[in-house]
Each structure stands twice: as C-alpha cells, then as structure tokens.
C-alpha cells in the first residue's frame, strides 16, 4: 500500500509587512529630520535673542547713565541764588533712572535662560519664562520713558495755561542729555517688543 506524501508550501514573505516597515522607517527619518530643521530655526532664533539682549543691556545702561549725569549749573547767580538743574530735581527723571537700571539688571540676569535657550533649542520652559519676563519689564520700561517724555516736553515747551515756562533755551546741555536718554530708553522698548516677538515665533513652532 502506497504512502501518501502530504506537501506543505511556504508562501513568500508578505510584500505588504515589508512595504510597510519602508513606511515606518522613512516617517521615522522625516520626522527626525523636521525635528532637527525646527531645532536649527529655534537655535537661529535664540542666538538672535542673546545679541539682542546684549544690545539692550547696554542701551539701557546708557540712558540710565546719561540721565544720572544730566546736570547744568547756569554761569552766572545772585549771592543768595545759584540757579542749577539736575535730574534729582524732578522725580519722573529719578523714576527714570531706577526704572531703567532695574531693566539693566534684569536683562543680565535673563542672559542664562537666553543661553539655555540656545543649547536647548527645543525647549518650553526657559522660553516661556523670559516670554512672561520680558512681557512686564517691557511696561515698566515704558512707564518710565513716557513720564520722562512728558516732563522733557514741558522743559522745552512749556505750558502757556499753567504759566510753565520753557528752561531749555536757559539749560541747553541739560535738556539735551535728558533727549538723549529719553530716546535711548525708547529704543530698548523697540527691542523688547522684537524680543518678545521671537519668544512667540519660538513657542509657537514648537
């Protein structure tokens, strides 16, 4: 009596497990390459932030300088007066200056997390804070230009309703280094609004 043979045959490997496992190995490389584009902008964009930070640092030193030293003392006086102006003599240019040096500081101190910021370019946390950061120094800076602002007007314009005469053609030097700081202390707004744009960018493409 004859032995059946029984025969099993093996398919070929599936061609859709290997198509398959090409689709997860090429998501894989593109998303790695996305990953480490987006890394390469944020790094751009941090690196940017750093210089802009050092710029601002010594903006902001500059003007609360120029404003501490805006003293004049007129060449001629009276023997019971002397007639002199500084910037102690009114307290928006006082406000000023500690405003101005307390931006000074806090944009040294933020330097660490900028740094981080480049190191790390991918990560939220460092961002978000000098996001935050930046966002109310940015008002008390602007605070303290705009009453300066006002008071410079008045010290060259004066105000016919109050009888407030214009002193700047008596204090020329003085008025024109409190401009000058004035005017310093708006550029370091222009670049606080620039910072926080980047730390929005930044985020936002996370």
């Not at 410079?152 to 053609?169: E, F, K, M, R, V």
């Not at 024109?176 to 936002?204: M, R």
């Given at each position: 009596?004859?032995?059946?043979?029984?025969?099993?045959?093996?398919?070929?490997?599936?061609?859709?497990?290997?198509?398959?496992?090409?689709?997860?190995?090429?998501?894989?490389?593109?998303?790695?390459?996305?990953?480490?584009?987006?890394?390469?902008?944020?790094?751009?964009?941090?690196?940017f932030d750093f210089l802009l930070r050092l710029a601002a640092i010594a903006v902001t030193i500059g003007a609360a300088s120029v404003m501490y030293t805006a003293e004049e003392t007129l060449p001629f006086f009276t023997q019971f007066l002397q007639f002199q102006a500084g910037y102690d003599d009114l307290p928006a240019f006082q406000y000023f200056?500690?405003?101005?040096?307390?931006?000074?500081?806090?944009?040294?101190?933020?330097?660490?997390?900028?740094?981080?910021?480049?190191?790390?370019?991918?990560a939220v946390a460092p961002r978000l804070i000098l996001l935050i950061c930046d966002t109310l120094v940015l008002t008390l800076n602007t605070s303290a230009a705009g009453a300066a602002a006002s008071i410079d007007y008045l010290a060259h314009n004066g105000n016919q309703s109050t009888n407030w005469l214009p002193i700047c053609q008596q204090f020329g030097d003085f008025c024109q280094n409190v401009s000058t700081a004035i005017v310093a202390g708006s550029i370091a707004i222009v670049f606080f609004i620039v910072l926080i744009i980047i730390s929005a960018v930044a985020l936002k493409r996370h």
């Amino acid at each position: 009596m004859a032995k059946e043979s029984t025969t099993i045959d093996v398919g070929e490997p599936s061609t859709v497990t290997k198509s398959s496992s090409h689709v997860v190995g090429d998501a894989k490389k593109k998303g790695f390459v996305a990953a480490a584009a987006g890394g390469g902008a944020k790094r751009g964009l941090a690196i940017f932030d750093f210089l802009l930070r050092l710029a601002a640092i010594a903006v902001t030193i500059g003007a609360a300088s120029v404003m501490y030293t805006a003293e004049e003392t007129l060449p001629f006086f009276t023997q019971f007066l002397q007639f002199q102006a500084g910037y102690d003599d009114l307290p928006a240019f006082q406000y000023f200056v500690v405003a101005v040096a307390i931006v000074a500081s806090y944009l040294v101190l933020s330097l660490p997390f900028s740094i981080v910021a480049i190191v790390r370019p991918l990560a939220v946390a460092p961002r978000l804070i000098l996001l935050i950061c930046d966002t109310l120094v940015l008002t008390l800076n602007t605070s303290a230009a705009g009453a300066a602002a006002s008071i410079d007007y008045l010290a060259h314009n004066g105000n016919q309703s109050t009888n407030w005469l214009p002193i700047c053609q008596q204090f020329g030097d003085f008025c024109q280094n409190v401009s000058t700081a004035i005017v310093a202390g708006s550029i370091a707004i222009v670049f606080f609004i620039v910072l926080i744009i980047i730390s929005a960018v930044a985020l936002k493409r996370h």
